[in-house]
Nanobody, 116 residues
Framework: QVQLVESGGGSVQPGGSLRLACATS????????MGWFRQAPGKAREFVGS????????RYADSVKGRFSISREYGNNTVYLQMNNLKPEDTGVYHC?????????WGQGTQVTVSS
């Protein structure tokens, strides 16, 4: 059974940084995508960014461009979300997901709170 486990969440002040990690229990084969999503209280889940494993191609939501970056560590099947210049509106539960044509596997999420 495929498992994705997020870590690295916490509480920071506006302008601060956090780095989230998503470790997978298995090495996916082929050209799959790993994505990050977030959900704030009372709001729908939204796409944050993604990385295509084979090409290292990344995509980001407009709201995080220039502040967030996604990278991967091939050897340990881990994807990172580096978040800089955090804003209160970045608060939410951050989930990683993986799949090929759709996101079939999801982690439980890690809480990020940005508050002064």
């Amino acid at each position: 059974q495929v498992q994705l486990v997020e870590s690295g969440g916490g509480s920071v002040q506006p302008g601060g940084s956090l780095r989230l990690a998503c470790a997978t229990s298995t090495r996916f084969l082929g050209d799959y995508v790993m994505g990050w999503f977030r959900q704030a209280p009372g709001k729908a889940r939204e796409f944050v960014g993604s990385i295509r494993w084979n090409t290292d191609t990344t995509r980001y939501a407009d709201s995080v461009k220039g502040r967030f970056s996604i990278s991967r560590e091939y050897g340990n099947n881990t994807v990172y979300l580096q978040m800089n210049n955090l804003k209160p509106e970045d608060t939410g539960v951050y989930h990683c997901a993986a799949g090929y044509s759709s996101y079939d596997y999801w982690g439980q999420g890690t809480q990020v709170t940005v508050s002064s």
